[in-house]
């Protein structure tokens, strides 16, 4: 007997600003649907400046938004149910007499996604830099975060080792498995986090297209070819 429970979206958020680095905005959590329902989400795809609604800048950056050429709000999100087995009935009969009842909790599916939430990304109005050159920079944020999706999709098996939970409890079983979901999105945070910190260092805090230009290119490819890690940058040549 099978059973599949709560529909469940998990999130892991991060705000990034074109000019004034990355900021992690906590962890890895679950949202209940009426939040899901009222954010305004992408799925990956080609930026426009449309995208960036929020009318004005977010809290987080405010203070310093004279700094920020733009703010976009990037998730990395599972969405989909848990299911919960009894994998006691899965036994012969003599075995299933003698064994204590067992649940095991696993994702149905491995289907990661990104997302940009239109309704608090802003465009800095004011901004100093180029407005491609800005909205370029926000694009490369969100393919990083797409390719860590694609990175985690890649092996669903092993996703769904990590996750799965056994207990005599199936709602027990279920709560593990969703801890473990957030575990996973946690350590996904630590490379996004260093990934951002890598695209900012060299391309925020100015105006650097040469830079940029090569970041674009590495990610473009690593898009275009699936590949989950994009090659390290070529050092430019030193001027002469």
Known sequence: MA???????????????????????????ELDAVTRAAMDLIEYRRLTASDFRAPEAPPEIRASKHEVGAYSCLT?????????????????????????????????????????????????PQGTLPPDYVLEHEQLHFA???????????????????????????????????????????????????QNDDLDRETSFGHHPREQTQWRER???????DRAEPALPVPAAPAP
């Not at 006691?88 to 990661?112: G, H, I, K, M, W």
């Not at 990590?162 to 079983?173: K, L, R």
């Not at 969703?178 to 630590?190: A, F, I, P, Y």
């Open 76 to 124: 990395l999100g599972h969405e989909d149910s848990l299911a919960v087995i009894d994998v006691t009935e899965r036994l012969s009969a003599p075995e299933r007499d003698e064994a204590r009842r067992t649940y095991r909790a696993d994702l149905s599916q491995v289907a990661f996604q990104a997302y940009l939430d239109r309704g608090c990304s802003w465009i800095n």
């Open 3 to 29: 059973s599949h429970l709560s529909r469940i979206f998990f999130a892991l958020v991060i705000g990034s600003t074109a000019c004034a680095g990355t900021r992690a905005t906590g962890r890895a959590h």
């Open 219 to 225: 990610v473009e490819a690593a898009l275009d070819g």
């Open 144 to 194: 990083l975060f797409e390719l860590e999706a694609r990175r985690l999709n890649a092996d669903p098996e092993a996703v769904r080792r990590e996750v799965a939970a056994t207990d005599s409890d199936p709602d027990v079983a279920f709560e593990r498995a969703k801890v473990k979901l957030g575990r996973l999105l946690e350590r996904s945070l630590v490379r996004l986090n260093q």
